[in-house]
């Protein structure tokens, strides 16, 4: 099994920054790819950025792109999400996720193992 644990989030006023951070344990070592997702009320479970410890290309959604940023410390198996220019539709509880898959994957169906979540409110 493997366990995420997210912190960082909170309450920033809209244009400021967040950084939020995942990291893994347990059988951290068996995981591949690692994402971000959101989920806000009343909506479905939405794609945020995503990356493989072996350092490949990144991915981001089309609404974070040149705000957000993934990175990733491989020998901590710890990720992180850096988020500038935060909008108030950016609010919503963000969750980390994992899978052992070799790919990276874009919908939450692909990753099996999921934090608890952390949420971030963007005041207007």
Known sequence: QVQLAESGGGLVQAGGSLRLSCTASGRASSTYAMG??????G?????????????????HSDSVKGRFAISMDKFRYTVYLQMNSLK???????????????????????YIYWG??????VSS
């Open 116 to 121: 608890q979540g952390t949420q971030v409110t």
């Open 36 to 41: 971000w997702f959101r989920q806000a009320p």
């Open 43 to 59: 909506k479905e479970r939405e794609f945020v950025a995503a990356i493989s410890w072996s350092g490949g290309i990144p991915y």
């Open 88 to 110: 108030p539709e950016d609010t919503a509880v963000y969750y980390c996720a994992a899978d052992e898959r070799l790919r990276v994957g874009v919908t939450a169906s692909e």
